[in-house]
């Protein structure tokens, strides 16, 4: 994982990324890489450029890719008590379409009453997959989740200095 960042550090970054993380998962095996950009389509580009995959691909190399990997542009967010998230856990929902993500996403926001007070579950994020086809929901917590489900810890980001604006 180590290796991963360092690669992005020392990599020339083009105006259109904006931040990346990666999340250890409590399984001590399992990351969740996490980037941000302005776009889809910049991050295409990024990627086509051969002197990018030079760059970064053998660092990411030995790294497995598990399902379902791909591009998701957010959608909403909940928040659920006021708290720190310094855990999260994953959840990935097949829909028809986009407009059902969206949908789902809908529903399992409004479900924020039914969340008891005292759940330690502070935010969640929904994200709907470019292809429509995916939901992916990030849900936030103060404290480790409890039980045996893979949850991820903030490992270690790199996000774009924001820019500064003379006036």
């Known amino acids: 994982m180590s290796g991963v960042m360092d690669a992005w550090e020392e990599a020339r970054l083009p105006a259109a990324y904006l931040a990346r993380h990666c999340l250890a ?5 399992t990351i ?7 776009s889809s389509e910049a991050h295409l580009a990024f990627a086509a450029d051969p002197r990018n995959q030079q ?8 790294l497995y890719s598990a399902d379902p990997p791909g ?14 998230t310094h855990y999260f856990t994953v959840t990935w929902y097949e829909t028809e379409d986009a ?3 969206r949908s789902l996403a809908d529903e399992l926001t409004e479900r924020a009453p039914a969340v008891p007070a005292s759940s330690a579950e502070a935010a969640e994020y929904f994200y709907v ?8 929901v990030l849900a936030g ?24 604006v003379r006036g």
């Not at 997959?129 to 992916?136: F, K, M, T, Y």
Request: hydrophobic share 40%; aromatic share 14%.
């Open 141 to 164: 917590f103060e404290e480790e989740p409890g039980g045996a489900d893979l949850w991820f810890r903030p490992f270690r980001g790199l996000v774009r200095p924001a820019r500064q």
């Open 99 to 101: 407009a059902a993500a």
């Open 129 to 136: 997959g470019e292809d429509g086809r995916q939901l992916l």
């Open 55 to 62: 760059a970064l691909g053998s660092a990411v190399q030995a």
């Open 71 to 84: 591009r998701y542009g957010p959608y909403r967010f909940a928040d659920r008590r006021d708290g720190a």
């Open 32 to 38: 969740l890489n996490f980037a941000q950009w302005t």
């Open 25 to 29: 998962g409590s399984d001590g095996r």
